[in-house]
């Protein structure tokens, strides 16, 4: 019979022999004919399921999505991710059947309300980049990182320079960087960090050759700091032929403010799902635009979305130095919807308040922990600040541990270990959507938690203590991944 217990409100799962929750049609086709139409070998004499009443089912599962963390449950100060609330008019504009019920292979005279939406979101995430132009069909942002490579491997082509087959990539850089230059076939060169934080330009000036095909950065960085010499930087890299990629996942702390193709960069990409309004994680759908300089544009993937006499709009595919195909259809489309609607919502002003906020909560933070959680580097940060918790060590607590016990306090817990380069690094992100009330309280959490490490160190270790499970060996969880439904014990 199925249980409730005070410790754990989960249902249990206990079948009762004939208890239902559907009732399914008698069967119209004759049974002995059922293999002959399905075959025999795909019938089964037997199916054990659970046995179980409708509610117990919809309780199950209701309990179930109680358990479930989103944005629209709780802080979600994942660094490095911009898990920020998305407003929800975005949603139900992208919902309207206008834009959610045309199919991508209607004829073009159909679409055209789609296509200028493309276009223009396009034209106004170039002007945000300070670029040229922008293609909205990479996937995702490590896609984006992927079709920026090609297009530099195109861009060397086409001037004869195949030699060029080194990217440098700093130490603090995502992770998907490194994995993207080589999937492209470039050999990798880590980059180190300066004493300040920032690229260490004596290592960049001796790595730089004529070997060098570009030169992959993160501004703000991975450390949520800005490249104060990023001009120079740029300069640096375009004296040895080099190009300069910008990976603009942390654009939230820019936008209005800064823009990367006025700094010298020559390509970078967006993340919609991050900074533009997108519903963020589950898989996707994400959306991972490319702005480009004009040295870059020919070799844009196709189709290509123009302007034909300031009238029509069009998917042009003849285009002789594209790099090709990179996406089935034209992007995401309800992404860029979505994206279109925040960027016209808040006009340059409101985007320009968004990273202005986001950079004030982030800095709000790491003045308040300060004294249980000092920043790895004490200049003003942007949009996140990455904190170290070494100091609690000596009490045998490390960063992980801090992050279960967060858990018990109601909070997501924020990026462990990550930059690499900081010991027992915790990054934290607050984007420009939370109050000071918001904030108030996870520093204090964070705070208490300190306490509590120094008096009771074993209550992190053992945390969280609030869940349906406690520790679980992840490593091995990774390893042995097992989401399928046993009758058995």
């Given at each position: 019979?199925?249980?409730y217990?005070h410790q ?5 799962e ?6 239902r929750?559907?009732?399914?049609a ?5 049974a002995h004919?059922l293999g002959?139409m399905l ?7 037997e199916?054990?399921m659970?046995e ?9 599962y209701?309990?179930?999505s109680?358990?479930?963390?989103s944005i ?14 998305n ?15 045309i ?9 055209q309300?789609?296509?200028?939406i ?11 980049a300070?670029m ?18 090609m297009?530099i491997q ?5 001037r ?16 998907t960087?490194?994995?993207s230059?080589?999937?492209?076939g470039?050999?990798?060169q ?19 050759s004529t070997q060098?095909?570009a030169?992959?950065?993160t501004?703000?960085s991975t450390l ?7 001009a ?18 942390n654009?939230n702390?820019?936008?209005g ?17 991050k ?7 589950g898989?996707?759908p994400?959306?991972?635009?490319i ?9 844009l993937?196709?189709?290509?979305i123009?302007h034909k006499?300031?009238?029509?709009y069009?998917l ?19 992404v860029a ?10 006009g340059?002003?409101g ?8 950079v004030?909560?982030a ?15 004490p ?12 100091g ?9 541990d ?6 018990d306090y ?7 270990y ?5 010991p ?8 420009e959507?939370?109050s000071k ?7 204090e959490a ?16 053992t945390?969280?203590?609030?869940t349906?499970v ?5 490593t ?7 989401v399928?439904?046993s009758?058995?014990?």
């Amino acid at each position: 019979m199925s249980r409730y217990t005070h410790q754990n409100p989960l249902l249990i799962e206990g079948s009762v022999p004939g208890r239902r929750g559907v009732r399914t049609a008698t069967l119209d086709v004759p049974a002995h004919s059922l293999g002959d139409m399905l075959g025999a070998e795909n019938l089964r004499r037997e199916l054990p399921m659970p046995e179980l009443s409708e509610l117990d089912v919809v309780r199950h599962y209701t309990s179930l999505s109680h358990h479930n963390y989103s944005i629209d449950s709780g802080f979600y100060p994942l660094g490095s991710c911009t898990m920020k609330y998305n407003p929800k008019v975005n949603d139900r504009i992208a919902a309207m059947p206008g834009y959610s019920r045309i199919h991508p292979l209607q004829p073009e005279e159909t679409v055209q309300g789609a296509l200028q939406i493309m276009y223009e979101l396009q034209a106004m995430l170039a002007e945000i980049a300070g670029m040229a132009t922008a293609t909205l069909q990479p996937a995702a942002g490590a896609h984006a990182e992927l079709l920026s490579l090609m297009m530099i491997q195109a861009y060397y082509r086409h001037r004869g320079e195949e030699g060029r087959e080194v990217v440098l990539i700093p130490d603090s850089a995502h992770g998907t960087n490194p994995a993207s230059a080589a999937r492209c076939g470039f050999t990798v060169q880590t980059i180190k960090t300066g004493s300040n934080g920032n690229i260490d330009l004596s290592g960049l000036k001796a790595a730089l050759s004529t070997q060098t095909a570009a030169l992959m950065l993160t501004n703000p960085s991975t450390l949520g700091l800005f490249e104060t010499r990023i001009a120079e930087i740029c300069e640096l890299a375009h004296q040895r032929g080099a190009l300069v990629y910008c990976d603009g996942a942390n654009m939230n702390a820019l936008l209005g403010i800064a823009r990367p193709g006025d700094m010298g960069f020559d390509v970078m990409h967006f993340n919609l799902h991050k900074t533009f309004s997108t519903p963020h994680g589950g898989g996707g759908p994400g959306g991972g635009v490319i702005a480009v300089q004009r040295c870059l544009e020919p070799f844009l993937p196709v189709p290509v979305i123009i302007h034909k006499d300031g009238r029509h709009y069009s998917l042009e595919e003849d285009r002789p130095h594209t790099i090709g195909r990179i996406h089935s259809f034209y992007g995401a489309f309800l992404v860029a919807v979505r994206a279109y609607a925040y960027i016209a919502g808040l006009g340059a002003d409101g985007l320009r308040e968004v990273a202005e906020n986001a950079v004030l909560n982030a800095n709000y933070i790491r003045a308040k922990i300060a004294e249980s959680f000092p920043a790895a580097f004490p200049q003003t940060c942007m949009h996140e600040v990455v904190v170290s918790a070494g100091g609690l060590r000596r009490h045998g607590v490390k960063a992980l541990d801090v992050s279960k016990r967060l858990i018990d306090y109601g909070f997501h817990p924020p990026t462990n270990y990550f930059p690499l380069t900081v010991p027992e690094a915790l990054m934290i992100e607050p984007t420009e959507t939370e109050s000071k009330q918001t904030l108030d309280t996870f520093c204090e959490a964070l705070i208490q938690i300190s306490r509590e490490a120094e008096d009771d160190p074993e209550l992190l270790r053992t945390a969280p203590h609030h869940t349906p499970v406690s520790r679980l060996n992840e490593t091995a969880a990774v390893k042995k991944l097992d989401v399928r439904w046993s009758t058995g014990g």
